[in-house]
């Protein structure tokens, strides 16, 4: 089955800081999420992004399907970014999201 | 996301006992999933189910036994658990294959 990595595995952060998060996947996908996942454990989709960029606020995320990674930018960090973010491709023809292995991060007030 | 409800929100059970926890969503999705999360790893598919059947078993022990009733109602039975069973059980659904997760708030379970 597809391999997924993340990293950095821990990031501590300013608030107002921007950072980048990656997601590595061993193989070939039809699409991918990306999720915050909340200290309450309330997993948000952030992303639906099989290929390209999109936008939404101070998060974007970039995803080259063909290279397999995808990015997750978050600018101008806030205490209420502070989780975990997984990323979760899906190969194609399968209903199974494999999730990295996560991102934790802290912002500091 | 709040449009996937799951029931109840905890629960502690003993190994001898058997639960059920129940996952609904009324989005007309036709793929529902069962998750384990044990705590600081990430989710665990464990069932799939597509229209109403089931697609995929990760070689979950037959202690889990998962019913989905109809297209908007999952349940997961839980029957003769151990406590390294106790974690946060979460359902989600999508449209289909090419379509984005939506997940509920999950079960947090422990077993004692």
């Known amino acids: 089955g597809i391999q997924v990595e993340q990293s950095p595995p821990d990031l501590i952060l300013q608030e107002g800081a921007n950072s980048t998060l990656r997601c590595n996947f061993s193989?070939?996908?039809?699409?991918l999420q990306w999720f915050h996942q909340n200290p309450w454990g309330q997993l948000i989709n952030l992303f639906y992004i099989p290929s390209g960029t999109k936008q939404n606020g101070r998060l974007s995320a970039t995803t080259v399907a063909t290279e397999r990674y995808s990015l997750l930018y978050i600018s101008s960090s806030q205490t209420t970014d502070s989780g975990v973010y997984f990323c979760?491709?899906?190969?194609?023809?399968?209903?199974?999201?494999?999730f990295g292995t996560g991102t934790r991060l802290k912002v500091l007030a | 996301d709040t449009e996937v409800t799951q029931t109840p929100k905890h629960l502690v059970m003993g190994m001898t006992n058997k639960k059920s926890l129940k996952c609904e969503q009324h989005?007309?999705?036709?793929?529902m999933y069962w998750y384990k999360q044990k705590a600081k790893k990430p989710p665990e598919l464990m069932f799939v189910?597509?229209?109403?059947?089931?697609?995929i078993n990760e070689s979950v022990p037959s202690r889990f036994s998962p019913e989905c009733p109809n297209s908007s109602l999952l349940n997961l039975h839980l029957h003769a658990l151990q406590p390294e069973d106790s974690a946060l059980y979460l359902c989600?659904?999508?449209?289909?294959?090419?379509?984005?997760?939506?997940f509920g708030n999950g079960t947090r379970l422990t077993v004692t």
């Open positions: 989005m007309g999705h036709r793929a």
């Open positions: 989600a659904s999508s449209q289909g294959t090419v379509s984005p997760l939506h």
């Open positions: 193989d070939s996908v039809n699409n």
């Open positions: 979760a491709p899906r190969g194609s023809g399968t209903y199974k999201y494999i």
């Open positions: 189910y597509s229209y109403e059947k089931l697609s």
